[in-house]
């Protein structure tokens, strides 16, 4: 049996009070890792990723499966060593302050597996709260205060083993924000979740980036981040591809050439490339394609929008017969910048 | 000294978390009283099989044999829960998939070993208890009341010599996934040589003088010393000389073993792995 019906999120006002994070200087970058390596055997698993990350920063972490996102994760929360580089959290490295480290960082691991299913919500939060130190009454207050933030407050009580995948998320996510830890680890925390809770965790981790929570959000989807993170790492068999703003990276992935077909409204005509050339000029600009008369090929600027495009041409008296990407998908875009297509 | 009053503040923890997991399948409670019962009664139709005359005396008193085995059964347990449970609350851990959230806690891996047995480490001397009450009280065992505190003085040094073979074994399947195996052997050649359900004397002259050493033996000889021959605190003073440094000494080999395995485990990068 799953439990629906989720009470609604709490991310603004006095509720988000919940994800208050302790004070830490304020320059001071949360996440610093430089030339970090790791090795399984003769599999390198992360080959010389550098990358740092500022508190209140969504940092998103893409990459097919294999890319090495789930070893850097795993890294940054303590389980894992890296085989060579460096590895800061707040001051804290793994190899010397690995308690002090974990006490800095929730992690929401993937999959549904990481919780007790034979005790209820609450429980699993108590016990991980006072593993973390609290008392047993401050672990319970905690508890129900994040149940209430995740929307489970009325489900409380019931048993982990019911709860619905998004459900489990979610308490995954309440128990990740329990020290109020100033780094948040997400692995593909919403890969199998249905639109509305996606949304509704990547609202509850803006969130907790508000209010100061450096995060690291590996996921496959690259649209997932789109109004979402700040900046991203892109990795591909260890490697970085990229990293930097996101709109840099969906300016650099994500297809701006568009093939049109157009004909005057009047003449029927197809327009020579100079008159469409000349109704888009701030947008794009125009070419011909040889041996396709009737298309032309509009490669828009950086920050030009499609449709504000096509209200020029028609304002020119150009009537759009057709319009197709020239690349076909976004994440065939993505896939040609990790190298992952065939 | 604060960090070890913070880690041990976590142990109730664990005890309520495994509370209410047991409680959640009440049948294992239920099928557990019932198997004590029957283990009761199968050592009493065996003990009807046993002259008396060819058990050892304690104290100048005859024992009867569902008497002497019920002593061996209270080790027996005691070993069972040591060697099994120590090393299956790692495993269980990982085959559930929470060792990973645990290991993200700021939470030591002696509090995580230590708490993930702690319930159990409660419960069995209770479920020892019920079943020596039961015992006594069916079967009218001629148990002396000055010989339980020492009796229970006796078993709790036994439980580091245990928990180090636990530990031991907890280490070998960190490292190997199975093979936990390998020193449950060799409990049961301790086992073998300690009089747990029969007396020392009938084994072959070698195996005997070794008991003389064998914790096993030496615990289940003080406790039947303590509890049948009525010996008090005078019968455990020499087990407890020979119980004290192989129960440090277990300790340390098992500590030593698992720090070892840990260690592998984290370089290879292969701890949450089952």
Not at chain 1, 43 to 67: C, F, M, Q, Y
């Amino acid at each position: 049996m799953e439990v629906g019906n989720l009470a609604p999120l709490e991310t603004s006002g006095a509720g988000a009070a919940g994800f208050a994070m302790p004070h830490v200087a304020a320059d001071e970058p949360a996440v610093v890792l430089e030339l970090v390596c790791r090795r399984f055997g003769a599999k390198v698993a992360l080959d010389e990723v550098s990358l740092t990350l500022g508190r209140g920063e969504i940092h998103a972490l893409l990459g097919p499966n294999g890319a090495g996102k789930t070893t850097l994760l795993r890294i940054l929360s303590g389980l894992l060593l890296p085989t060579s580089g460096s590895v800061s959290v707040l001051g804290a490295r793994p190899e010397r302050q690995s308690r002090a480290l974990r006490s800095l960082v929730g992690l929401v691991p993937s999959g549904d597996r990481s919780l007790y299913l034979r005790i209820s919500g609450l429980e699993n939060l108590i016990f991980f709260g006072r593993l973390h130190g609290l008392r047993r009454g401050e672990a319970k207050a905690r508890a129900l205060e994040l149940l209430e933030h995740v929307g489970l407050t009325e489900a409380a009580r019931l048993r982990a083993g019911v709860y619905s995948h998004g459900m489990r998320r979610r308490l995954a996510l309440a128990r990740a924000l329990l020290a109020r830890p100033p780094v948040l680890l997400f692995d593909e925390a919403t890969h199998d979740l249905d639109p509305e809770g996606a949304r509704s965790i990547r609202r509850l981790v803006e969130a907790a980036a508000g209010h100061g929570a450096a995060v690291v959000w590996a996921t496959q989807r690259l649209e997932e981040i789109h109004g979402f993170a700040g900046r991203a790492t892109v990795l591909a068999g260890g490697r970085v591809r990229f990293g930097g703003a996101v709109p840099e990276l969906l300016d650099r992935v994500v297809p701006r050439r568009y093939v049109l077909r157009l004909r005057d409204r009047e003449t029927r005509a197809v327009p020579p490339p100079a008159r469409v050339g000349a109704a888009i000029d701030s947008f794009g600009r125009v070419e011909s394609i040889p041996g396709a008369p009737e298309h032309l090929l509009v490669v828009l600027h950086t920050e030009a929008v499609l449709g504000a495009a096509l209200a020029a041409v028609a304002a020119e008296g150009l009537e759009t017969i057709s319009c197709t990407q020239e690349r076909s998908e976004l994440e065939e875009a993505f896939l040609s910048l990790t190298g992952e297509r065939r | 000294m604060s960090i070890l009053l913070a880690e041990a503040r976590k142990l109730p923890a664990f005890v309520r978390r495994d509370f209410l997991v047991a409680l959640s399948y009440r049948m294992s409670f239920v099928s557990d009283l019932v198997s004590l019962v029957g283990q009761i009664l199968i050592f009493y139709f065996l003990g009807r099989l046993v002259d008396s005359s060819d058990l050892p005396t304690y104290g100048g008193t005859e024992v009867t044999y569902l008497e002497f085995a019920a002593v061996g059964i209270a080790v027996a347990v005691f070993m069972q829960f040591g060697l099994q449970h120590v090393a299956r609350a790692v495993r269980s851990e990982q085959l559930m998939g929470t060792l990973d959230s645990l290991l993200t806690t700021p939470t030591t891996w002696s509090t995580i070993q230590i708490g993930s047995a702690a319930f159990e480490l409660l419960y069995i001397p209770l479920r020892l208890s019920l079943f020596l009450f039961a015992a006594t009280i069916a079967f009218g065992f001629g148990f002396e009341s000055s010989g339980i505190l020492p009796a229970v003085v006796l078993l709790t040094m036994f439980i580091p010599f245990i928990w180090g073979l636990g530990v031991v074994a907890a280490a070998i399947v960190l490292t190997f996934r199975r093979g936990g195996g390998l020193v449950g052997l060799g409990a049961m050649l301790l086992a073998l040589a300690s009089g747990l359900y029969f007396p020392v004397d009938l084994l072959p002259g070698w195996l005997v003088s070794f008991a003389e050493v064998n914790p096993v033996a030496v615990v289940t000889d003080g406790m039947r010393e303590a509890l049948v021959g009525g010996a008090g605190w005078t019968a455990i003073t020499r087990e407890a000389a020979v119980l004290a440094p192989l129960s440090l000494l277990s300790l340390a080999v098992g500590g030593a073993c698992f720090r070892l395995a840990l260690r592998r485990e984290r370089r290879l990068g292969t701890l949450g792995l089952y």
